[in-house]
């Protein structure tokens, strides 16, 4: 019994919220405001990227000329310069990516008046 109970009350507590409810209509979007915002958090995502992949070549520098010819560090600092350069260019290409979808995408509905 104890474990009915333990099951009905919420249970019944979630489905009484579910109904009483009241509906949310969709108000109009401005799609300009969206836009706005979408594009600002991806610029502020790309800076934060470029910062971290500068601080990745520096990085990788540092340890191509400490290495004193060490054949591991000389590889790992490699690497290191390798795969911050592929990781921007990504978010580089990704940045593009998104400036085409979002003026196709203006083109495509219209900007909101």
Do not use: H, W
């Not at 009915?4 to 969709?26: D, H, M, Q, R, Y």
């Amino acid at each position: 019994m104890k474990k009915f109970t333990k099951f009905l009350v919420p249970t019944a507590t979630l489905l009484s919220l579910l109904i009483s409810a009241t509906p949310v209509f969709a108000a109009a979007a401005d799609v300009t405001k969206i836009e706005t915002f979408i594009k600002s958090i991806i610029q502020i995502l790309v800076t934060i990227a470029g910062l971290v992949a500068a601080g990745c070549f520096v990085y990788g520098g540092i340890g191509y000329i400490t290495s004193s010819g060490n054949p591991e560090l000389l590889d790992r600092s490699k690497k290191t310069i390798l795969y911050s350069a592929i990781g921007l260019a990504v978010v580089l290409g990704a940045f593009v990516l998104t400036n085409i979808v979002s003026d196709l995408a203006t083109g495509a509905f219209g900007a909101a008046q």
